[in-house]
T-cell receptor, first 111, second 116 residues
């Protein structure tokens, strides 16, 4: 079965630096990959989507890369701020549109 | 933007009773909605796919008689936890996406269920 791992359970980054989160998967490459932000006691909020034929996607201070050879996606937050502190989830979608979520990385931006 | 409304946000019920959770897409139609369960410090686990006008599709290990799903319209899906037990206490979240659109999913704000 498909396994999705986000390499760090928790990550502490100094304010102003770039935070880089990793998502690795096994087996089949998805049609597209998504990143979500989740705050405590809340539902996830969609951030970015990248298709299997795209290498990179950007949105403001966010950047996502997708390497189907390595079976890996990287999620970057540049000029990080304390308000960026949250849990970040990667999710893979296959043909049936069901999302499978990774284990999540709890990011803390230290002022 | 797309909004999914989920109610109630919190519910406490006694063992043996049933609880209904509603999930509404407010400004778009969704033939398909998804129900997730999340335990503390864990990721989201898909429970079932709710299909408008037909039976829900349950993931392996999820009891369909215990977690009843009804998707009566293109904007409303409900999850009923029947004969609730303390081990059913969890955070339940629904999600939906506008039909025929490749985009991110919109999630409800979640329901914290506590069974006492």
């Amino acid at each position: 079965s498909q396994k999705i791992e986000q390499n760090s359970e928790a990550l502490n980054i100094q304010e102003g630096k770039t935070a880089t989160l990793t998502c690795n998967y096994t087996n089949y490459s998805p049609a597209y990959l998504q990143w979500y932000r989740q705050d405590p006691g809340r539902g996830p909020v969609f951030l970015l989507l990248i298709r299997e034929n795209e290498k990179e996607k950007r949105k403001e201070r966010l950047k996502v890369t997708f390497d189907t050879t390595l079976k890996q996606s990287l999620f970057h937050i540049t000029a990080s701020q304390p308000a960026d502190s949250a849990t970040y989830l990667c999710a893979l979608a296959f043909g049936n549109e069901k999302l499978t979520f990774g284990t999540g990385t709890r990011l803390t931006i230290i002022p | 933007g797309a909004v999914v409304s989920q109610h109630p946000s919190r519910v406490i019920c006694k063992s043996g009773t049933s609880v209904k959770i509603e999930c509404r897409s407010l400004d778009f139609q969704a033939t398909t909605m998804f129900w997730y369960r999340q335990f503390p410090k864990q990721s989201l686990m898909l429970m079932a796919t709710s299909n408008e006008g037909s039976k829900a599709t349950y993931e392996q290990g999820v009891e369909k008689d215990k977690f009843l799903i009804n998707h009566a319209s293109l904007t409303l899906s409900t999850l009923t936890v029947t004969s609730a037990h303390p081990e059913d206490s969890s955070f339940y979240i629904c999600s939906a996406r506008e039909d025929r659109k490749v985009a991110g999913y919109t999630f409800g704000s979640g329901t914290r269920l506590t069974v006492v």
